[in-house]
């Protein structure tokens, strides 16, 4: 009655219970099998503390105040209907919080509570675990549930991709979504293995993770495409559609897959992802459905990260071009106040204002003294008043 879902992030952890408990809701709306469909409440245990769990005594009044599991449990051990019931706890595992339910997961099924007062568990409840290891559990916690491993690689990216496939808006022909495909087939998972033997990053990652971020800045760069003929939006010629979708991928796949290399790592990749693109690549070779030209790639000089792909015009145009060479020192300004535009501050701006767009999470990254806080902060000051509000909080370092 009580089981452990354990694994990393991204490895399908929540879809797969998920997914079984909308298979039992189909079962039995078919009348089949004699099952019955499931109410979940998913409770994240690390998110409070031990009295808001699980209940505690008014230090004052000492009157008893019911916890969030308390209430939870009794309220589904109590009910009368046949469906399933099952808590879970979407949350590390540790041996503060944990070392309470020893008695509902063996064998009486009872929740013992501070008050006095004993739940007894019915035969239609669970308890599902999902944490990502058990490395503070204690052997009587594990000895007294069943345990599920689910490992992020075994599941792989593809499903992500997949699943992407079907969100993509009607102005995508299938052609185009042919287009996309081989794009993900041919160029990611080189990419992923030459960065996991040969580069250095500054945050592990994950495919799952760097794949995300692709299908996320992908969405976002496709703004045009997916408007195109809508009310008030010109309709895009099928060839520009496609020139876009390959650029703005290839475009995706650096920032994202290869984001957090460091700098000597990123001129490594310029030169393998130069050979990939260009197809001369025999163990990768270009699909048919490509149709990038020389002038449809990346310019000779510098690196392939020195290089956006500008939409007006549809060419690779270098981050120097964004630079405004007209901005002016104010009189009085003080130099410490003083942010100079070069080719670092307006590429993180224009991550920050294509993901803030979106309302897109973002992660900067890199060592301190680099300007992340200093153009994040000048970026948010900027924002109209009226829609943003900004917020910032310093985490210390400890």
């Not at 031990?50 to 589904?76: I, K």
């Not at 703005?248 to 700098?263: C, E, H, R, Y």
């Not at 999470?361 to 992340?372: D, S």
Request: glycine share 6%.
């Amino acid at each position: 009655h009580g089981f452990m879902i354990v694994g990393d992030a991204m490895g399908g952890k929540s879809s797969a219970y998920k997914v079984l408990a909308a298979g039992l809701a189909d079962l039995h709306s078919s009348g089949l099998m004699e099952e019955y469909k499931v109410d979940f409440r998913i409770i994240n245990p690390k998110s409070m503390t031990m009295g808001e769990l699980y209940g505690c005594f008014d230090p004052v009044s000492h009157e008893w105040s019911d916890g969030v599991l308390a209430n939870t449990f009794r309220e589904q051990a109590s009910a009368t209907d046949e469906n399933r019931k099952w808590i879970v706890f979407d949350g590390p595992v540790d041996a503060i919080w944990i070392e309470n339910m020893n008695t509902v997961l063996d064998d009486n099924k009872k929740l013992c509570l501070m008050s006095g007062e004993i739940i007894q568990m019915s035969n239609k409840m669970n308890l599902i675990f999902e944490p990502e290891d058990l490395e503070v559990a204690s052997p009587a916690t594990v000895s007294r549930c069943g345990m599920i491993y689910m490992e992020p690689h075994q599941l792989g990216w593809k499903p992500l991709v997949d699943s992407y496939m079907n969100t993509l808006p009607n102005t995508i022909t299938d052609e185009n979504k042919k287009l996309i495909t081989d794009l993900f087939d041919w160029l990611v998972q080189p990419c992923l293995d030459f960065i996991r033997h040969n580069c250095q990053l500054f945050v592990s990652t994950l495919p799952q993770h760097q794949i995300h971020s692709l299908l996320q800045l992908y969405t976002c760069l496709m703004d045009e495409v997916s408007q195109s003929g809508s009310e008030g939006h010109p309709t895009m010629p099928q060839t520009q559609i496609t020139l876009w979708l390959q650029c703005l991928f290839l475009f995706s796949l650096l920032w994202t897959v290869g984001g957090a290399m460091n700098g000597p790592s990123r001129v490594k990749f310029d030169a393998f992802f130069r050979m990939l693109v260009s197809g001369t690549d025999q163990d990768h070779p270009r699909p048919k459905s490509i149709k990038l030209n020389k002038a449809n790639l990346f310019p000779d000089r510098g690196i392939v990260f020195d290089y956006f792909f500008q939409k007006v015009g549809g060419n690779w145009s270098s981050w120097e071009d964004l630079i405004d060479r007209n901005s002016s020192i104010p009189t009085g300004a003080k130099v410490s106040e003083l942010i100079i535009p070069t080719v670092d501050t307006v590429r993180q701006t224009y991550f920050l204002e294509t993901y803030l767009k979106h309302e897109v999470p973002m992660l900067f990254l890199g060592p301190t003294g680099t300007g992340k806080s200093a153009i994040t902060s000048n970026f948010l000051v900027k924002l109209p008043k009226d829609k943003y509000v900004p917020n910032v909080v310093n985490f210390s370092a400890r």
